[in-house]
């Protein structure tokens, strides 16, 4: 029996494809294996999958350190497809919004406005907890969005242009560690939220934040990672060195090198 070239890419494809669908992408992404879970969360194309697809993006291309609009449109799409599969599960809106924060921090803030960016992630955020409501990776997200809008903006503009307040930001915090007391990545943000906002002022809370960080248990690669970051973070601080604190996270948090905002 003679076997084409066509079969044989064919017979090939379907084994990649029955390949990729009996892996799970939630390992991958665990492991650190961020192409792999792209490519395995892609293929399956539920909804759950395609989430973390969008996570795993947003992972490889937040550890590169560089600014990248187009990986962060790759998550974006990976989101949005999520979303449009089931709008009820969280996971989709909340990295929708992560990567939206990404791309303000990238565009800049006058693009960002005219984008309605901000608008669009916290619109996501608030649909993430509607459907999980003690989600605490979504609190902490929205925690960050506070801080980061409350900052940015200042007190009164970041309340009346978007709803925003730094109180707020902390009580989201405070209820996402009350919920994952463990989890170490929720204060990683929290102490770069800090950080961005006011290190002079929130030192003590800083250093507590990223000592916990260093001192927990990494559930996952990339929490490995933001450990070795938090050491980083934690020698600035402790060295008041602000100015290079100051850098290093806004380059963990996705801005360009000479941002214009």
Known sequence: ??????????????????????????????????????DAGASQGSASSLAIAAHATLAETTLRGVSCLECIGRAEAYARRAIALDPKRPEGHLYLAVALGYEARIRGAVAARLRGLVEEAKANLDAALAADPDNARVLAALGGWNIAVAGKAGAT???????????EGMKDFTRAFRLAPQDIALRYQYALSLSGYDAGTYHKEIETSLSRVIDGKPATAYDMESQKRARELLRLLKANDLDGLQQAVRRYQGYPPKATD
């Open 1 to 38: 029996m003679r076997v084409t070239g066509a079969a044989i890419a064919l017979l090939a494809f379907a084994g990649a494809t029955s390949a990729a669908a009996s892996v799970n992408p939630q390992e991958l992404y665990a492991a650190g294996k961020y192409q792999a879970a792209i």
């Open 157 to 167: 503009l970041a309340h009346w242009l978007y709803g925003a307040s730094f109180s």
